[in-house]
């Protein structure tokens, strides 16, 4: 099904495209083509009048501000000092806003609300990594705020293809519009 949008209403969430998130391998597409994808994507988008969003996430000094509750397998360990800072590629497009989270999700807890709201925004395409993770738990909080969320599936990555593809072909298209890069770019008039 063809994708429409709007790009004045429109805007690219692009999730945890950050030092400490991008230093080990992601499947099914590598780290490098995500952050293509996404650096194509934005450029498009700013180019048809939409707006770029970068999120990070942080969780402080020793993890301090991750969330607290009890978990079979604690993600967090020692994270390097650069861990939230994002790839330079990410900063050069000079996003419209720079939302830091402190659990998966980029709308809980931050001004990424607000600021789209602000913004005029209806339709948010979300691109990154983790896909069953920070991805996912975006679109569902944005898809539960009543924006139209589009996932760009092959603008996302995580640990193994299977966890992947579970997301995008089993969770993500009963809250959002799962499409390709390609087809994110026509519906935007790029090619």
Not at 124 to 143: D, F, H, I, P, Q
Request: aromatic share 4%.
């Amino acid at each position: 099904m063809a994708l429409e949008l709007d790009p004045r209403k429109t805007a690219l969430v692009m999730i945890d495209l950050q030092k400490g998130i991008l230093s080990t391998p992601r499947l099914p597409h590598d780290v490098e083509t995500v952050v293509e994808r996404n650096v194509t994507l934005a450029k498009a988008l700013k180019a048809a009048g939409g707006r770029v969003v970068a999120v990070r996430v942080d969780f402080g000094a020793g993890g301090e501000l991750a969330p607290r509750g009890p978990t079979d397998a604690p993600a967090l360990g020692d994270l390097p000092a650069d861990f939230a800072d994002l790839r330079p590629e990410i900063l050069a497009l000079a996003p419209d806003l720079v939302v830091t989270k402190r659990q998966w999700g980029a709308f809980f807890g931050t001004d990424l609300d607000p600021g789209l709201r602000r913004l005029g925004i209806e339709t948010v395409l979300v691109a990154g990594v983790a896909t069953n993770m920070g991805v996912e738990s975006t679109v569902r909080e944005g898809w539960s705020l009543g924006y139209g969320m589009v996932v760009v599936e092959d603008a996302c990555s995580s640990f193994s293809a299977e966890a992947h593809d579970f997301a995008t072909t089993q969770i993500l298209p009963r809250i959002a519009r799962v499409r390709s890069t390609a087809q994110t770019l026509n519906a935007l008039g790029a090619s």
